[in-house]
Protein backbone atom coordinates (compact mmCIF):
# COMPACT_ATOMS: atom_id res chain seq x y z
CA UNK A 1 0.00 0.00 0.00
CA UNK A 2 1.80 3.34 -1.47
CA UNK A 3 1.67 6.28 1.18
CA UNK A 4 3.09 10.07 1.54
CA UNK A 5 5.05 10.62 4.59
CA UNK A 6 5.76 14.13 5.37
CA UNK A 7 8.28 15.01 7.83
CA UNK A 8 9.79 17.93 9.35
CA UNK A 9 6.95 19.82 11.42
CA UNK A 10 7.26 21.37 14.65
CA UNK A 11 7.19 24.43 16.68
CA UNK A 12 9.42 27.41 15.64
CA UNK A 13 9.23 31.45 16.86
CA UNK A 14 8.16 33.81 14.54
CA UNK A 15 11.01 34.53 11.83
CA UNK A 16 12.22 31.18 11.91
CA UNK A 17 12.47 28.62 9.23
CA UNK A 18 11.58 25.40 8.60
CA UNK A 19 11.56 22.48 6.05
CA UNK A 20 9.12 20.29 5.13
CA UNK A 21 10.05 16.50 3.38
CA UNK A 22 7.31 14.25 1.84
CA UNK A 23 8.06 10.85 0.23
CA UNK A 24 5.72 7.66 -0.25
CA UNK A 25 6.34 4.84 1.47
CA UNK A 26 6.03 2.08 -0.95
CA UNK A 27 7.65 1.03 -4.57
CA UNK A 28 5.84 2.87 -7.34
CA UNK A 29 6.85 3.99 -11.00
CA UNK A 30 6.73 7.88 -11.37
CA UNK A 31 4.82 10.97 -9.54
CA UNK A 32 3.54 13.37 -11.46
CA UNK A 33 3.10 16.85 -9.66
CA UNK A 34 3.48 17.39 -6.20
CA UNK A 35 2.37 19.87 -3.60
CA UNK A 36 1.84 21.63 -0.39
CA UNK A 37 -0.99 22.37 0.95
CA UNK A 38 -2.21 23.13 5.13
CA UNK A 39 -5.53 23.49 6.99
CA UNK A 40 -5.68 25.86 9.67
CA UNK A 41 -8.20 25.23 12.54
CA UNK A 42 -11.67 26.58 11.78
CA UNK A 43 -10.24 27.32 7.86
CA UNK A 44 -10.40 25.16 4.78
CA UNK A 45 -7.30 23.28 3.09
CA UNK A 46 -5.56 26.08 1.25
CA UNK A 47 -2.81 25.30 -1.61
CA UNK A 48 0.50 26.59 -0.85
CA UNK A 49 2.54 25.39 -3.80
CA UNK A 50 3.06 23.00 -6.22
CA UNK A 51 5.46 21.77 -8.70
CA UNK A 52 5.36 20.16 -12.01
CA UNK A 53 7.80 17.21 -12.97
CA UNK A 54 9.70 19.43 -14.93
CA UNK A 55 9.95 22.16 -11.95
CA UNK A 56 7.45 24.57 -12.78
CA UNK A 57 6.31 25.92 -9.47
CA UNK A 58 3.12 27.99 -8.04
CA UNK A 59 2.10 29.57 -4.90
CA UNK A 60 0.01 30.98 -3.05
CA UNK A 61 0.48 34.75 -3.02
CA UNK A 62 0.41 34.77 1.20
CA UNK A 63 3.77 32.09 1.04
CA UNK A 64 5.75 34.20 -1.99
CA UNK A 65 9.22 35.23 -1.44
CA UNK A 66 9.32 33.44 1.67
CA UNK A 67 8.71 29.49 0.57
CA UNK A 68 10.36 27.46 -1.79
CA UNK A 69 8.98 24.09 -3.17
CA UNK A 70 11.38 21.77 -4.54
CA UNK A 71 11.79 18.31 -5.78
CA UNK A 72 14.27 15.08 -6.40
CA UNK A 73 13.11 13.14 -8.92
CA UNK A 74 14.96 10.02 -8.75
CA UNK A 75 14.15 10.02 -4.76
CA UNK A 76 10.30 10.66 -5.90
CA UNK A 77 10.83 13.51 -2.96
CA UNK A 78 9.36 16.66 -2.51
CA UNK A 79 10.43 19.48 -0.39
CA UNK A 80 9.32 22.69 1.20
CA UNK A 81 11.56 25.43 2.66
CA UNK A 82 9.63 27.93 4.77
CA UNK A 83 11.44 30.82 5.84
CA UNK A 84 10.28 33.98 7.37
CA UNK A 85 7.74 32.05 9.32
CA UNK A 86 4.52 33.78 10.86
CA UNK A 87 1.92 32.82 13.52
CA UNK A 88 -0.38 32.78 10.17
CA UNK A 89 1.15 30.21 8.75
CA UNK A 90 0.15 27.62 11.71
CA UNK A 91 -1.60 24.79 10.43
CA UNK A 92 -1.32 21.08 9.36
CA UNK A 93 -0.06 21.09 5.99
CA UNK A 94 -0.57 18.12 3.79
CA UNK A 95 1.67 17.10 1.03
CA UNK A 96 -0.41 15.47 -2.51
CA UNK A 97 1.32 13.85 -5.52
CA UNK A 98 -0.49 12.23 -8.63
CA UNK A 99 1.67 8.95 -8.18
CA UNK A 100 1.50 6.19 -11.07
CA UNK A 101 1.99 3.00 -8.94
CA UNK A 102 3.49 0.44 -12.05
CA UNK A 103 3.66 1.15 -15.58
CA UNK A 104 1.10 2.10 -17.83
CA UNK A 105 -1.17 2.42 -14.89
CA UNK A 106 -3.73 5.14 -13.54
CA UNK A 107 -2.26 8.30 -12.59
CA UNK A 108 -4.21 8.87 -9.15
CA UNK A 109 -4.02 11.79 -6.38
CA UNK A 110 -2.22 10.44 -3.08
CA UNK A 111 -2.45 12.55 0.06
CA UNK A 112 0.11 12.38 3.23
CA UNK A 113 -1.21 11.99 6.47
CA UNK A 114 -0.34 15.79 7.67
CA UNK A 115 2.24 17.70 9.75
CA UNK A 116 1.81 20.15 12.18
CA UNK A 117 3.79 23.66 11.97
CA UNK A 118 3.22 26.03 14.78
CA UNK A 119 4.57 29.55 14.62
CA UNK A 120 4.29 31.22 18.44
CA UNK A 121 6.72 32.75 20.40
Known amino acids: QVQLVESGGGLVQPGGSLSLSCAPS????????MGWYRQAPGKQRELVAT???????KYADSVKGRFTISRDNAEHTVYLQMNSLKPEDTAVYYC???????????????WGQGTQVTVSS
Open 96 to 110: NGNIRKVAGGYLLAY
Open 26 to 33: GSIFSIGA
Open 51 to 57: ITSGGST
